[in-house]
C-alpha cells in the first residue's frame, strides 16, 4: 500500500471540534508570532544593528527590504508544501511548516550583528528571513484546509476564521513581550532602543519562539486527515503534479483568489508595520511623523488588534448568513473610504490616530476573516492547498512584499504627510473590488468534492 492511501485510511477517527479550532489556531498564532517579531525588530532593530551607520532613513528601507524578501519565498513555500497537502496530505505538510518556521525565528535570535562580522550579519538575516517566508507559503493553506475541510455543514466561514484569528493573537503576544522587555530595559531616547536592549534584550522574542514551536506540534501531532483529503484518495483522483493541474484547470480561480486577497495584505503590513515607524518618528525629524513613544504607540496598536480579533471572529457568521463576495464587496467599499480620510484622521491628535488605528483593524479583521473559507473553497480537494496556497502567497508578492516599501517611499514623497499612502491603499482595494465583482460565490460548494 502506497503512503499517500495509508494516509487516507477511511477507519480513521473524525477530527473534534475543539481539536480543529485548536490545531488551526495554534499554529497560524505560532507563525504569526514569529512574523511580528520579525516585523517589530525590522523597525526597532535592525536598522541599527544589521546594517552601516548612516543614513537612517536607508537602514530602515534596507530592513524593511529584507522584511519583503520572504515574501518572494512565500510563493515556492506553497507549491512546496501544496505539493506534499494534495498528495500526501495536510498534517504531514502542517508540522513540517511549522518546524521550518520555529527553526529560523530561533537562528534569528542567535545571529551577529553587522559590527562583529560586517555584511555577513544582513546576508544570514535573508537567508532566515527567506525560510520564514518559505515555512509561511505552507502554513496559512494547510491551517485553512483543516479548519474548513472539517467544518460542520453552513458553518465554513465561522470556522475558517479561527486559523485568521492567529493573526491578532501573535501580533499581541509577540508586541506584548517586546513591550515587557523594553519596559524593563528603558530608553532615554524614545526614538531609539536602550543599550541593553539593542545588545540582548531584542533577542528574547526570537528565542521564545521554541516553546511555542513544542506545544503547536502537540496539537498537530494528534490530527487525523480530512474527509476531503480521504475521499480524493480512495476515488483516485489525487494529482500526480497538483500545480500543474491548478494551473491548467483553475488559472480564472488562481488570478481571482491573488487579487481578493491584495487589499487585505496591503491593509495589514500599512497597520502593522509601517504605522509603527510612522508613529514614533519624530514630529522634527528629516522624514516626521507622529512623535509618539515606542510604548505608548504599541499599547495603542495593540488596542487597535483587539477589534482586529473582534471582528475577524464576527465576519464569519456573517459571510456564512450573506455569502462570502458580498460581505467582502462591502468591507473592501470600506476600505476604500479608509485610505481617503487618513490626513484628516492622523491630524486629529491622539484621539484621532486612536480612532484611525481602531477603524484600520476592524477592517482588517473584516477582510481576513473571509477568507478563509473563500480561498479554499474556489479549488476542488485534489488542488486545494496549492491552489488557495498560491493565490495567498503571490498576493503577499504584490502586497505585503511592496507595502512597507512603497509606504516609506510615499511618505518620503509627500514630506512626511501620510496622504499618498493612504491613496496608495485606496487603489489595491480597487483592484480587489474589481476581482470580487468578477468572482462568484462560493458560500454553497461542495468542500469535499
Same mark, same amino acid.
Request: net charge positive.
Given at each position: 500500500?502506497?503512503?499517500?492511501? /495509508?494516509?487516507?485510511?477511511?477507519?480513521?477517527?473524525?477530527?473534534?471540534?475543539?481539536?480543529?479550532?485548536?490545531?488551526?489556531?495554534?499554529?497560524?498564532?505560532?507563525?504569526?508570532?514569529?512574523?511580528?517579531?520579525?516585523?517589530?525588530? /525590522?523597525?526597532?532593530?535592525?536598522?541599527?544593528?544589521?546594517?552601516?551607520?548612516?543614513?537612517?532613513?536607508?537602514?530602515?528601507?534596507?530592513?524593511?527590504?529584507?522584511?519583503?524578501?520572504?515574501?518572494?519565498?512565500?510563493?515556492?513555500?506553497?507549491?512546496?508544501?501544496?505539493?506534499?497537502?494534495?498528495?500526501? +496530505?495536510?498534517?504531514?505538510?502542517?508540522? +513540517?511548516?511549522?518546524?521550518?518556521?520555529?527553526?529560523?525565528?530561533?537562528?534569528?535570535?542567535?545571529?551577529?550583528?553587522?559590527?562583529?562580522?560586517?555584511?555577513?550579519?544582513?546576508?544570514?538575516?535573508?537567508?532566515?528571513?527567506?525560510?520564514?517566508?518559505?515555512?509561511?507559503?505552507?502554513?496559512?493553506?494547510?491551517?485553512?484546509?483543516?479548519?474548513?475541510?472539517?467544518?460542520?455543514?453552513?458553518?465554513?466561514?465561522?470556522?475558517?476564521?479561527?486559523?485568521?484569528?492567529? /493573526?491578532?493573537?501573535?501580533?499581541?503576544?509577540?508586541?506584548?513581550?517586546?513591550?515587557?522587555?523594553?519596559?524593563?530595559?528603558?530608553?532615554?531616547?524614545?526614538?531609539?532602543?536602550?543599550?541593553?536592549?539593542?545588545?540582548?534584550?531584542?533577542?528574547?522574542?526570537?528565542?521564545?519562539?521554541?516553546?511555542?514551536?513544542?506545544?503547536?506540534?502537540?496539537?498537530?501531532?494528534?490530527?487525523?486527515?480530512?474527509?476531503?483529503?480521504?475521499?480524493?484518495?480512495?476515488?483516485?483522483?489525487?494529482?500526480?503534479?497538483?500545480?500543474?493541474?491548478?494551473?491548467?484547470?483553475?488559472?480564472?480561480?488562481?488570478?481571482?483568489?491573488?487579487?481578493?486577497?491584495?487589499?487585505?495584505?496591503?491593509?495589514?503590513?500599512?497597520?502593522?508595520?509601517?504605522?509603527?515607524?510612522?508613529?514614533? /518618528?519624530?514630529?522634527?525629524?528629516?522624514?516626521?511623523?507622529?512623535?509618539?513613544?515606542?510604548?505608548?504607540?504599541?499599547?495603542?496598536?495593540?488596542?487597535?488588534?483587539?477589534?482586529?480579533?473582534?471582528?475577524?471572529?464576527?465576519?464569519?457568521?456573517?459571510?456564512?448568513?450573506?455569502?462570502?463576495?458580498?460581505?467582502?464587496?462591502?468591507?473592501?467599499?470600506?476600505?476604500?473610504?479608509?485610505?481617503?480620510?487618513?490626513?484628516?484622521?492622523?491630524?486629529?491628535?491622539?484621539?484621532?490616530?486612536?480612532?484611525?488605528?481602531?477603524?484600520?483593524?476592524?477592517?482588517?479583521?473584516?477582510?481576513?476573516?473571509?477568507?478563509?473559507?473563500?480561498?479554499?473553497?474556489?479549488?476542488?480537494?485534489?488542488?486545494?492547498?496549492?491552489?488557495?496556497?498560491?493565490?495567498?502567497?503571490?498576493?503577499?508578492?504584490?502586497?505585503?512584499?511592496?507595502?512597507?516599501?512603497?509606504?516609506?517611499?510615499?511618505?518620503?514623497?509627500?514630506?512626511?504627510?501620510?496622504?499618498?499612502?493612504?491613496?496608495?491603499?485606496?487603489?489595491?482595494?480597487?483592484?480587489?473590488?474589481?476581482?470580487?465583482?468578477?468572482?462568484?460565490?462560493?458560500?454553497?460548494?461542495?468542500?469535499?468534492?
Amino acid at each position: 500500500m502506497s503512503s499517500t492511501a /495509508a494516509a487516507a485510511s477511511p477507519a480513521a477517527p473524525a477530527n473534534s471540534r475543539s481539536r480543529v479550532i485548536l490545531a488551526s489556531l495554534v499554529g497560524t498564532t505560532i507563525e504569526f508570532y514569529d512574523f511580528y517579531v520579525y516585523a517589530t525588530a /525590522a523597525v526597532l532593530v535592525f536598522p541599527h544593528l544589521f546594517f552601516p551607520a548612516g543614513n537612517e532613513t536607508t537602514a530602515l528601507l534596507n530592513s524593511f527590504a529584507i522584511f519583503g524578501a520572504a515574501m518572494v519565498a512565500r510563493p515556492i513555500g506553497a507549491i512546496f508544501f501544496g505539493h506534499l497537502g494534495d498528495k500526501r +496530505g495536510r498534517k504531514i505538510t502542517l508540522v +513540517g511548516a511549522l518546524l521550518t518556521m520555529g527553526i529560523a525565528t530561533f537562528l534569528i535570535g542567535l545571529l551577529p550583528t553587522y559590527a562583529m562580522v560586517g555584511w555577513l550579519a544582513p546576508g544570514l538575516l535573508v537567508i532566515l528571513r527567506l525560510a520564514q517566508g518559505f515555512a509561511l507559503g505552507g502554513e496559512w493553506s494547510g491551517a485553512a484546509l483543516v479548519a474548513t475541510e472539517n467544518a460542520p455543514p453552513g458553518k465554513r466561514a465561522i470556522f475558517g476564521t479561527f486559523p485568521q484569528l492567529g /493573526a491578532p493573537i501573535g501580533f499581541i503576544i509577540a508586541n506584548g513581550l517586546f513591550l515587557i522587555i523594553a519596559a524593563l530595559m528603558p530608553s532615554d531616547d524614545p526614538s531609539r532602543p536602550s543599550t541593553a536592549f539593542l545588545e540582548w534584550g531584542w533577542r528574547i522574542p526570537f528565542l521564545f519562539s521554541v516553546v511555542m514551536v513544542i506545544v503547536g506540534l502537540w496539537v498537530r501531532l494528534n490530527l487525523v486527515e480530512s474527509t476531503a483529503f480521504e475521499k480524493t484518495v480512495e476515488t483516485g483522483k489525487v494529482q500526480k503534479v497538483p500545480l500543474a493541474a491548478a494551473f491548467k484547470l483553475h488559472w480564472r480561480e488562481l488570478i481571482l483568489g491573488t487579487f481578493y486577497m491584495l487589499a487585505t495584505y496591503v491593509l495589514f503590513y500599512l497597520m502593522t508595520t509601517f504605522s509603527l515607524s510612522y508613529g514614533r /518618528a519624530a514630529i522634527d525629524a528629516a522624514l516626521p511623523g507622529l512623535g509618539y513613544d515606542y510604548r505608548t504607540f504599541v499599547v495603542m496598536m495593540i488596542i487597535g488588534v483587539v477589534f482586529f480579533g473582534i471582528f475577524t471572529l464576527a465576519s464569519g457568521p456573517w459571510a456564512d448568513r450573506w455569502g462570502r463576495r458580498k460581505t467582502l464587496i462591502v468591507v473592501t467599499l470600506a476600505i476604500i473610504l479608509f485610505g481617503l480620510v487618513w490626513t484628516p484622521m492622523l491630524a486629529a491628535g491622539t484621539v484621532g490616530v486612536m480612532a484611525w488605528l481602531i477603524l484600520g483593524f476592524t477592517l482588517m479583521g473584516m477582510t481576513f476573516g473571509p477568507m478563509g473559507a473563500l480561498l479554499p473553497e474556489l479549488f476542488p480537494a485534489n488542488v486545494r492547498y496549492t491552489g488557495s496556497g498560491i493565490s495567498y502567497n503571490v498576493s503577499s508578492i504584490l502586497g505585503a512584499a511592496v507595502a512597507p516599501f512603497v509606504a516609506v517611499a510615499l511618505w518620503s514623497y509627500g514630506g512626511g504627510s501620510p496622504f499618498w499612502v493612504g491613496i496608495y491603499l485606496s487603489s489595491m482595494a480597487v483592484l480587489t473590488l474589481i476581482a470580487l465583482l468578477l468572482g462568484k460565490e462560493t458560500k454553497d460548494v461542495d468542500i469535499d468534492a
